[in-house]
């Protein structure tokens, strides 16, 4: 892969010096970048067209959770890594939800942040190690994603629930695998009927503990 173009967004200036030298350790990686609230982050995405934003969630004029929504309404190629101290599932599923690709804690971001970097340039999705732990001991729904499908999921299914889970919209699916947007919607539909599941951490859970996605 080519140079790599990064903005980074967090109102803490230590962080985003932090972050910075974390990321000069890759050679044809660009803090091209810097934003200090969520309204200059989406002013600085505008202006400098990153490949990634990493996004702090509690920022002062937007939140991150709003940039996160109106970055992928209107710069879809952006790729949004979350960087935060928020280690709340509801959190999560509502940022995944909205479009972020990666979602990690500030507290993993020394160990982990190079990987989680490769995973979303790649349009894959990234759980730092406290958030999956969170997710593989969460009790809620514990149970039922143990359980296998009423119905069992056909190939295509399967194929399908893999990128739902690695963060793909049903468009990217659509073309990923060359079949109509209404195709991938049908799909999708099934297959949250067949696994009685009704959201997109719901997925992502019920895929790590089925191992269809690394993590």
Request: proline residues 3%.
């Amino acid at each position: 892969m080519g140079g790599l173009r990064i903005l980074l967004a967090d109102d803490h200036s230590l962080v985003r010096r932090g972050v910075r030298s974390l990321l000069a350790a890759r050679s044809g990686w660009e803090v091209c970048g810097e934003a200090a609230d969520g309204r200059e982050a989406l002013e600085k995405v505008a202006e400098l067209k990153p490949d990634i934003l990493i996004l702090d969630l509690n920022m002062p004029d937007l939140n991150g959770l709003e940039v996160t929504r109106r970055v992928r309404k209107m710069y879809p190629r952006v790729e949004i890594l979350v960087l935060t101290v928020e280690d709340s599932e509801q959190v999560m599923r509502q940022l995944l939800e909205a479009g972020a690709r990666g979602y990690m804690l500030k507290s993993d971001a020394g160990k982990e942040l190079l990987a989680a970097v490769d995973a979303v340039r790649s349009h894959r999705l990234f759980l730092s190690s406290q958030v999956s732990r969170m997710l593989r001991g969460s009790s809620v729904l514990a149970a039922k994603d143990d359980l296998p499908p009423k119905e069992p999921l056909s190939p295509r299914e399967r194929q399908i629930l893999q990128l739902l889970a690695e963060g793909k919209s049903t468009k990217e699916i659509a073309t990923a695998l060359d079949i109509t947007i209404k195709t991938a919607e049908t799909h999708r539909s099934n297959i949250m009927r067949k696994l009685d599941l009704h959201h997109v951490t719901e997925l992502v859970r019920y895929a790590i503990r089925n191992r269809m996605v690394q993590i």
